[in-house]
C-alpha cells in the first residue's frame, strides 16, 4: 500500500481545502492506475464534512500511524508549507524508524506534475508496490 503524506493544517480554511484536492487528485491518479493508495487528509477531510472533529495532526495521529505501519511506501508531497508540517515531519520521522522507503514528490510552481509520478512508477515497483491485478 502506497500512503501519501501532505501538509494540511493551516489557520486558513482555504489553504486547508486547497491542500485536500491536491493531495485527492494524486491519490486518485494512483488509484485509476491500480494502486492501493491511503490518503489520510483525503480520509479525515471527508470525516470532517459528517462530523465536527479537530483537524490537527495531535488528533490524528494515531489513525495516520496506524495505516503507515502497514504501508510499503510513503509518498512525501513537497508542497507549500512542508518544511513547518508537525505531521508530515512524524511521518516521515515513523517511516525511516520502520524502513518505510520515501518517495519525495517534489511540485512545480504549487502544481501537481502527473509527469514526475509517472516517471516514478518504476520507483514504487522497486518496492514491491504493484499496480493491483
Excluded: Q
Amino acid at each position: 500500500m502506497i500512503y501519501i503524506g501532505v501538509p494540511y493544517t493551516h489557520p486558513d480554511k482555504k489553504v486547508m481545502e486547497d491542500r485536500y484536492r491536491l493531495v485527492s487528485g494524486i491519490t486518485a491518479h494512483l488509484v485509476k492506475r491500480g494502486f492501493i493508495v491511503f490518503s489520510p487528509i483525503t480520509y479525515g477531510h471527508t470525516l470532517c464534512e459528517f462530523e465536527d472533529m479537530p483537524r490537527d495532526f495531535g488528533f490524528w495521529n494515531e489513525l495516520c500511524l496506524s495505516f503507515l505501519s502497514t504501508s510499503d511506501l510513503l509518498v512525501c508531497v513537497k508542497s507549500l508549507g512542508w518544511e513547518e508540517s508537525r505531521g508530515l515531519d512524524a511521518e516521515m520521522e515513523f517511516a525511516s524508524e520502520n524502513v518505510i522507503p520515501i518517495l519525495d514528490i517534489e511540485l512545480e510552481d504549487g502544481e501537481f506534475n502527473i509527469t514526475e509520478l509517472e516517471n516514478n512508477l518504476e520507483f514504487f515497483e522497486e518496492f514491491g508496490v504493484l499496480p493491483a491485478p
